[in-house]
């Protein structure tokens, strides 16, 4: 009786809504695909008989953002995102699941143990001493093998006490537990992202690679490594223990017709062994499916709705054919959209695999307090993000810890405790990643100078602030988009200025006080000694030059606005279309640009195709002189190259802490900084380098950044070459030579010449192109 009241209240609410005309907001993260998300979309859109319509998100973190908020009705969440829900308390109903095959409802995958006939196992602990196969690290690309982390973390805590050393790093901590217990074993792979640091340690933990088939390299090629390599690292007699899916092993096992090793057995995490031939052996892990999710509200009437979007059959009638293009948008795979026995929340749904909430939460049994990296960040949209990625890379198993610090709360709050913000917060940050609200980056510099935070994020023009508010950070990675950030000095090729000194008394023009073109002419004219020795550089720069304005000024009565009235947030193509407009029609004789990209408007192409606008690049004393581009922009003239961005720590941190904090950041760059093919990577769940809500750019790190790169790494990049050539006009390696305004302050004379990577000169050739 109660099943039919049930229906009636279902069949009554579907007649309301459907009078209504209300259309479900089916929330859809972008993908890199070849399935076209936009004209599915546009085909509900424009269908009038639909009852869905899609909300685009850059990722499922912001559609799971948007159901909290109320602006989606459902989305498809992976289970790293449920946990992510469950941690920060969202009211949500897992009502379907999207399987791969037919009734084998709850999970991906499950992850078994293995021992040989050769060794005899009552417990665990009789597996000190025993040689081990393992799937491996691939601290940058596990994911590309649908292998989670946690799983790895945790089988281990389950078998091998860790070490808990207080002045190792937390991976070194693992790697020594499994080296001092197990015997030689292979467990091979990219065991940190730094190649030095990653080649010390399997010197140091040898019996890591002893059985794997290049034991020197022990790297992602090697024969055992990965989920084939683990199953064949056993049947191949190298090692009597192991861990790995199911699924593998039994399409391995059939393969094997070598039965030299004896027989195989599953291992329980109880100790007790099962026969291989069990058709439902024990697990130790299993991975949950992917998943429907609704807002709570609308979970009754949405769950018998999807199930008919689910179990729909491709036709060509316009009133029912909606209901296919939503299936497709849902899961454009072979996936079935099976509803679930109940509605779920996140984490009863999650309890429902075999440990894998107690996976995801896993904390080793040691105190890893003071490994936790505090991450200082402006309030608002950046500090919402920081609080984001520091809950799904937990989820994915990057260590150690994230912890979410703004200059307003001094010691700051855990990024557990939610990432919502205000809307006063929204505006803040919207400031902030356009130019005038990023001022207070100095802020986060004297966090970190009073120890009250481990690491700070900058974009190239702010660094110079950074570094003036607390001149005691360096920076441990980089943020590196497809090229280079290069300032370059521009000229009217008609008034034939080839010097540096020819600009005393000059007009000259700036994007902005203290960027990269603000520091690179600063830069060149104490090298040549031109610089008049007085203190604040504004005021110095104001007695070499005979005019002085920037696009943005922080204080216009210092350096004024070049057009009096310039707002505050202004995009970076904008701000070089106005300098090169100070030169071609502000009465400008120099401009010194800042290259962050050619996006130069096209509307203005006009002014530099008439010949009284003909450009010409000055060149520094010594520079090589390649041949010339159009318009005589030279390829060879930059100024000062640099970085789309900094991550920045304290001078006094220790090395080993900063390596750890740089392996942790590079992981996290590798798993959620794809940026093209993101399909089935964890950049689905947070996409790092893409802009925030309402189009707000450069949230926490540069919207054109494409991975976070070793300072080694940064220097052989885009072609270029290494040495003093190249270092001598780095920004991140001179700028601390003056950042601070010192009268008596002399610079060393660069190298004669600098190295000229491709890219640089692809980038200069563009511009110059546009500029003929």
């Known amino acids: 009786m109660e099943n039919i009241w ?76 449920l946990v992510v829900a469950n941690q920060m308390g969202i009211a949500l109903r897992v009502t379907h699941e999207l399987q791969k095959f037919k009734n084998v409802p709850n999970v991906d995958y499950s992850v078994i143990g293995l021992v040989s006939s050769r060794i005899s196992v009552e417990s665990l602990s009789d597996l000190r001493n025993v040689p081990m196969c393992s799937v491996g690290f691939d601290v940058e690309k596990g994911h590309d093998f649908d292998w989670n982390e946690i799983f790895s973390k945790f089988i281990e805590d389950q078998v091998v006490q860790q ?124 991975q949950p499916l992917p998943t429907l999710v609704v807002r709570s509200a609308l979970s009754q009437v949405l769950t018998h709705f999807l199930t008919e979007v689910g179990t729909s059959l491709p036709t ?50 040691c105190d890893y307090s003071h490994h936790v990296i505090r991450f200082c960040t402006d309030p608002g949209q950046d500090r919402s993000k920081c609080d984001q990625l520091a809950h799904i890379a937990r989820a994915y198993g990057v260590v150690p810890d ?45 966090m970190l100078s009073r120890g009250e935070a481990d690491l700070m994020s900058v974009r190239t023009d ?17 943020q590196m988009g497809e090229q280079r950030r290069y300032a370059v000095a521009v000229t009217k090729k008609s008034s034939h200025i080839t010097s540096f000194a020819q ?32 203190c604040p550089y504004e005021e110095a720069m104001k007695q070499y030059f005979g005019a002085i304005c920037a696009i943005y000024s922080p204080n216009s009565s210092v350096i004024r606005q070049c057009d009096g009235n310039a707002e505050e947030g202004r995009s970076m193509a904008y701000e070089q279309k106005e300098v090169m407009e100070c030169l071609s029609e502000g009465g400008g004789d120099v401009v010194f640009l800042d ?29 090589l002189h390649a041949p010339a581009y159009r318009n005589d922009v030279n390829a060879s003239c930059y100024l000062l190259w640099s970085s789309q961005g900094q991550l920045l720590v304290p001078d006094s941190m220790s090395e080993e802490r900063a390596r750890e904090i740089t392996n942790t950041m590079s992981q996290i760059g590798a798993y959620f900084g794809e940026t093209v093919k993101t399909l089935g990577t964890p950049a689905e769940s947070l996409k790092l380098f893409a802009p925030g809500r309402d189009g707000v750019e450069d949230v926490l790190f540069q919207d054109d950044t494409r991975s976070f790169s070793t300072q080694d790494l940064m220097y052989t990049s885009s072609g270029a070459g290494r040495g003093d050539k190249t270092l001598s006009r780095n920004y991140e390696h001179v700028l601390p030579l003056y950042a601070t305004c010192d009268p008596s302050q002399n610079l060393i004379a660069p190298s004669k010449g600098s190295v000229t990577s491709p890219a640089m000169m692809l980038t200069i050739a563009l511009l110059s192109f546009l500029w003929s």
């Open 402 to 446: 994230i912890e979410c610090v703004s200059p307003s709360e001094g010691h700051g709050t855990k990024s557990s405790q939610g990432h919502e913000t205000n809307e006063s917060q929204g505006q803040e940050s919207k400031e902030s990643s356009q130019g005038g609200g990023a001022m207070r980056s100095d802020s986060c510099a004297q």
């Open 462 to 478: 702010r660094y110079a602030d950074a570094l003036r508010s607390n001149s005691h950070l360096r920076p441990i990675l980089y």
């Open 503 to 534: 600009l005393r008394n000059k007009r000259a023009c700036f994007g902005m006080v203290n960027d990269l073109g603000w520091n690179a002419a600063l830069y060149q004219l104490l090298r040549e000694n031109l610089l008049p020795r007085v």
């Open 595 to 623: 290259l962050k990209n050619v996006n130069v408007k096209r509307d203005h192409e006009w002014y530099f195709r008439k010949n009284a606008y003909a450009l010409s690049t000055l060149c520094p004393p010594g520079s």
């Open 6 to 81: 049930k229906l009636l209240l279902f069949i009554g609410q579907l007649q309301v809504l459907v009078l209504a005309d209300i259309k479900y907001k089916l929330c859809i993260a972008q993908r890199m695909a070849k399935f076209n998300q936009k004209d599915s979309c546009d085909q509900l859109r424009d269908n009038v008989q639909s009852g869905v319509e899609c909300v685009i998100a850059k990722d499922r973190l912001e559609c799971l953002h948007l159901l909290n908020e109320g602006s989606a009705d459902f989305t498809v969440l992976h289970p790293e995102e």
């Open 163 to 286: 070490q808990c050393h207080i002045n190792v790093t937390l991976v070194e901590n693992r790697i020594a537990s499994l080296a001092s217990y197990f015997g030689p074993s292979c467990k091979a792979g990219k065991w940190v992202p730094d190649p030095k640091q990653d080649l010390q340690l399997k010197q140091k933990y040898p019996d890591l690679c002893a059985l794997c088939n290049d034991p020197i390299t022990c790297s992602v090629k090697d024969k055992y490594w990965g989920r084939r390599g683990a199953p064949l690292c056993l049947t191949d007699c190298m090692g009597d223990v192991g861990w790995m899916r199911l699924d593998d092993w039994r399409v391995h096992e059939k393969t094997v017709t070598n039965k030299a090793c004896g027989e195989f057995f599953f291992l329980c995490p109880n100790g007790t062994v099962q026969l291989t031939s069990t058709p439902n052996p024990c697990v130790w892990v299993s």
């Open 316 to 365: 060509s009638d316009p009133v029912s054919s909606w209901r296919w293009v939503t299936r497709n948008l849902i899961s454009p795979y072979t996936r079935y959209i099976t509803q679930l026995e109940n509605e779920f929340t996140p984490n009863y749904y999650l309890a429902k695999a075999t440990n894998y909430l107690t996976a995801s939460e896993d904390e080793s049994g």
